[in-house]
C-alpha cells in the first residue's frame, strides 16, 4: 500500500470500467452518421443526413419545447415546495417530522411506475384531463424529493452563525431570509435547479401514465423506439448527450467551487436517511 | 521474501566496532527540489528513550514515518540490528508506531484492536488471548475489552494504541506526538506512565513532540531537529545547560542572546566582562534567565557582576520574569524567586560557566 | 438564537404540508382503496371493498415467478454493479493519482445522460443486425448472429447495470475516502499484508457506501419497467410491466392498484433490511 506504486491489475480493470460505461454512447456518437442505418460492422459512409432529418422533424422539435415547458415549471414548483421542507427538517423540531421527511422523500424509492399511477388515479377522481399540466404534477411530485434532498444538504453545509448574526443586528425573519439565507444558498439552489431539469428532461416512468395528446421528448422518442430505431434517434441522442455534458460544464463554472451540489450522491444518500 | 539479499547486507560498524542497534545513516527526503530531510545520521542504543524535538515542518514526523516506512527515502540507508530496514515493506518490519490521532479501529473493540497485529500474523488464539490479556493489564485498560473505541476517553484510546503496538513486541516504538491532544494535566500523568513503561520493557522508544519541556522531561537523549537537519542532540540536561546554536538555545526555553568581544581571555558584553575560553574576536552567548540572581542572594562562584535596572516585571507562579535594562541597547531576561519592586536600580551575578558562547555562523534571530 | 415566531414557521410549513397532502398522502390513499375494488366485464370500476384482488395475486402462481424473476435480475443487476463499481471506486479513491477529479468527473457524466439514450444504445449493440453481431460476424466469419442477446434477461442486465454502475461507485468512493489514512497505515505497521488490510480494515469501513449504493441500485431496478420494454423478451417481464400493462392495454385498475400495494411493500421491506444494515456498519 505504500502510495504511489500502482497495481497493474487494479489500473487495468479500471480502465475496462469506463471502457464499459462509454461503450454505449461512443457507439450511439458513431452510428449517427452512418447511412445504411443502425447495426452494422464497420460503420461505412459517414454522412450527416440523419441530422437533416431530425432538423426537418416538427413533431420531434415540438416535443422538445414541451419538455422545456415541464423541466423549467418543474424546477420552480420542487424548489418552492422543497425550500421550505428542506428549511423545517433543518431549522423546525415538530411533531410528525419524522413521517414528514419519509413521506416527501419517498418518490426517491418508490418506483416511478407507482407515483405515475397513484398521481393518475388522483387526476381521474378529480375528473381532470390528462395533459401537460398533469405531467408536471407528476414530475414536480417526484423531483420535490430531489430537491428537498440537495437543498437540506446545502442548509446543514451552511454555517448558523450568520442567520444568527443578522437577527443580533435587528433583520426580521424575512429580512435575514432574503439578505442572508438566499445568497449564501444560491450555489446550492443553482445546482438543485439544474439538477431537476436534467432529471424532468429525462422522466418517462411518471410521464408515462400522466401523458396528454401532447408528448414530452423522451416520451416521443420511445414511441419511435417502440416502431422501429432509425439514425434519426441516434442523432437526437448525440444531440441530447453533448447539451447535457456542456450544461455541466457550464454550470460547473458557473457555480464555482459547487461541485457537490452537482453530483447526485446527497440523493443516494437520501435514501437511506 | 525478496529483500533476503539485501537484508544480508550490514551496517558499516561504528568506530568503536560494536554494532549499533538502529542506526540511521545519511538519510535525506526531498519532494522536488524540497529538502524535508537533508542527510540525517543517527545512532540508537537499544532500550534508549531518544526523543525527536522540533517545531512543525522541521522533519521530524517525515523521519518517523519513514523509519515506519510509510514514507520511502531519497536518499541514505537505515540498519535495525545490522540489518537494512528502510527495503522492507512497513508490515515485514519489526517496529510498531503509536499515532497521534491513536488510529484504533472503529469497527473493531479494545479487544480486537490489541488483537489485531497478532491475527495478521496467525498466532493460535489461546496465545492471543493471554498476550492481549497481558498487554491490556499493562495499561490497566482489561476493564475495557470489549469497548469500542468511541466509548473511551481519549487517555484511554492512548493506553489501547499503546497496547496494541507493545504486545506485538516491536524492537523499536515509534511515538508520533501522542500526548499532544491531551490536556494538560492528563498528559504529566501519560508521561510519567510512559517513561516507567519504556524503563520497565527496556523496548527503544523514538518519540516525536514539539513540545520542548515534555522532550526534556521524559528522554535519555533529544535530537532537536531544525529544517531538515539535526540542530543539536544530548542528553536533556546538557542540551538545555549548554546549547550550540542561538535557535537551540531559544527553542528549548527561554534564552538571552548577549553579543561580545573576545580579548586575552576576557568576553566584553559591554554591560559586564566574564573570562571565557575562546579565541579572540567576536562571539555570542546564551545566558538563561534562572542563571541571574541579585547579587545580594546568587549562590556562591557567581563571580560575573553588573548593576541594572528593572523596568518591567511578569509573575508566573513559580518565578517572576523580570527585565533587567544595562543600558540603552542592553537588555536582559531574568527569572527571580524572591520579590523584586520596579524602577529599582541594583546589582545582579552569574557564574563565568553559565555564559555559553554559541556557534557563530547562526541565523541571527 | 432567534426566537421562532409561530405565524412564521407555520407559513414556511403550510407549501410542503398542503403539497405532501394533496399529491402524495392522498394519492397513495386512493392506490390503497383502489386495489380493494373490482372492475366489471363492461370495464365499470365496481367500489364494493373486497379482498378478490390479493387473493388472485397470492392464488396465481404467474405473478409470483414474475416476483421473483424481477428479484433475480435486480440482484444480478446489484452484484454486477458492485463487481465493476467497488474496484473503480478503489481505483479512483486509492490510485487515480493526478488525474484524480477528471476520473471521478468521468464516472458522473454517464449519468447525465438520458436513461432512454443509454438504453437504446445497447439495443443498437446486441441487436442481430446490432453492432455486437455484425462485428463478431466479420471478424470471425460466425454465420449465424447470437439471437440470445437482445430480448433476453440478459440484456436487461447489462443495461440496469450500466445505468447503475455509476450509483454505486459514487457512495462507495465517499465512504472510502472517509477512511482516515492512519488507520490504513495502522494496519500495515501492526504487520498486516495489504490483502489483510483490505479485508480487515479497508472493506468493513467501506460497507455503508456498498449497502447505500446497492440499495439505490437494488431498489431502482427493482421498479424499472422500460428496459425490458425496449430490450427484455417475454422472458424477462418484470412486476412494473404487469402494473403499466394493467394500467393501460389489460384495463384493469384496481388489479394494478394492488400489485403495485405488493410492491411498495416488498420495497418498505429491502429498505428496511438494508437500514438495518448500514445502521450496524457505520461507526462514528
Known sequence: ?????????????????????????????????NRDGVGGFPPRHLTLDWYRVLFADGSMWTAVGNSVIVAAASVVISILIGFPAAYALDRYSFPGKDAFRRLILLPLIVPGVITGISLLLLVVSGGFRLSLITVVLGHATAL?????????AGLSRLDRSYEEASADLGASGWQTLRRILLPLMRTSLLGTALLVFTLSMDEIAVTFFLIGRENTLPLEIWSRLRRGATPEMNAISTLI???SVAAILASQRLIAGGETSLTPSAE???VTQ | MTAGTDSLEKASADSSGAEVFLQIENVGKSFGAHHVLDSISLSIEQGEFVTLLGES????TTLLRI???FETLSAGRIFLEGNRLDLLPPYRRPVHTVFQSYALFPHMNVFDNVAYGLRVRGVGAGEIKSRVHAALARVRMEAFMAHYPRHISGGQKQRVALARALVNEPKVLLLDEPLSALDANLRLEMQRELKALQQDLGITFLFVTHDQSEALAISDRVVLLHQGRIEQSGEPREIYARPRTSYAANFLGKSNLVRGVVRNGIADCRAFSAPVNLPEGPAIFSLRPEAIAPASSASSGSDVRFTAQVVAEQFHGAGTLVTLRCSEEIELTARINAAISNETWGEFAFRAEDLVPLAPEVHES | MMRPQRSGALLVMLPPFAWIALFLFLPYCLLFCYSFWTVSEFQQI????????????FTNPLYLTVILRTLRIALSVVVLSLAIGYPLAFFLAFHSGRHRALLYQAVIIPLWVSYLVRAYAWKVIFGNEGVLNTLLMWSHGTSHPLSFLLYSPFAVIVTLTHIYVPFVVLPVVASLEKIPRELIESSNDLGARPWQTFLRVILPLSLPGVVSGATFALLLSFGDFLAPLLLGGPASVMIANIVANLFGADYNWPLGAAVAVVILNIVVAILSVTQRLERRWRTA
Open chain 1, 1 to 33: 500500500m505504500s502510495g504511489s506504486r500502482r497495481p497493474v491489475i487494479l489500473t487495468f480493470f479500471a480502465a475496462c470500467a469506463y471502457g464499459f460505461l462509454y461503450l454505449p454512447i461512443v457507439v450511439l456518437i458513431v452510428y449517427s452518421f
Open chain 1, 144 to 152: 420535490t424529493a430531489v430537491a428537498t434532498t440537495e437543498i437540506f
Open chain 1, 241 to 243: 448527450f453533448f447539451f
Open chain 1, 268 to 270: 443516494v444518500a437520501g
Open chain 2, 57 to 60: 515542518g522541521s522533519g521530524k
Open chain 2, 67 to 69: 523509519i515506519a516506512g
Open chain 3, 46 to 57: 365496481l367500489h364494493h371493498p373486497t379482498l378478490a384482488n390479493y387473493a388472485h395475486l
